[in-house]
């Protein structure tokens, strides 16, 4: 009998073991299901998340391809200034080559006509000088002629009357 009571012995044993294992067990199992919630409620908020990102995404792409035909037609209208900028250019060009040619025709017409120039002012400056003589003789002329008169007074010099 011996082997039997320890046979019930280890039967009873195994029994609140394998019970032990099962609320263990339960208690994981309980564990992973509340787990297993968070994690779908986080999914599901995950995916609303998603879905206005994915909206988000679709209207900057929209916008995006909209910058860029406004970017383009910009560009082509912007040709078009850079082309009439270089046209602008080109007369500015075409204007500088046109006064550098004459400035070089009058630079050399003046040294063709240097000695003719030195003689014109030659003159102009003696003419001047007959000028300048003339009025000084004019008002030297006035001054003879008027009368003089002392400021009040003002000492007057002797005067020698000859007659």
């Not at 208690?27 to 609303?48: D, I, R």
């Not at 909209?66 to 009439?84: G, R």
């Amino acid at each position: 009998m011996d082997w039997r009571i320890l046979l019930y012995i280890a039967a009873i044993v195994a029994a609140v073991g394998f019970l032990v294992l099962c609320v263990a067990l339960a208690m994981t199992l309980n564990s992973l299901k509340n787990t297993l919630n968070e994690v779908s409620g986080t999914v599901a908020g995950l995916e609303n998340q998603l879905q206005g990102v994915t909206l988000e995404t679709t209207n900057l792409l929209h916008k995006t391809n909209e910058l860029a035909e406004d970017i383009q037609d910009k560009s082509q209208k912007l040709n078009t200034v850079v082309d009439a900028v270089r046209g602008v250019g080109n007369s500015v060009t075409d204007l500088n080559s046109s006064v550098r040619h004459i400035t070089t025709s009058v630079t050399s017409q003046v040294e063709d006509n240097r000695d003719k120039i030195a003689t014109v002012v030659q003159w102009s400056n003696v003419l001047m000088g007959i000028r300048d003589t003339w009025k000084e003789r004019k008002i030297y002329e006035a001054r003879a002629t008027s009368a003089y008169e002392p400021v009040p007074g003002q000492k007057q010099l002797p005067h020698n009357k000859q007659v």
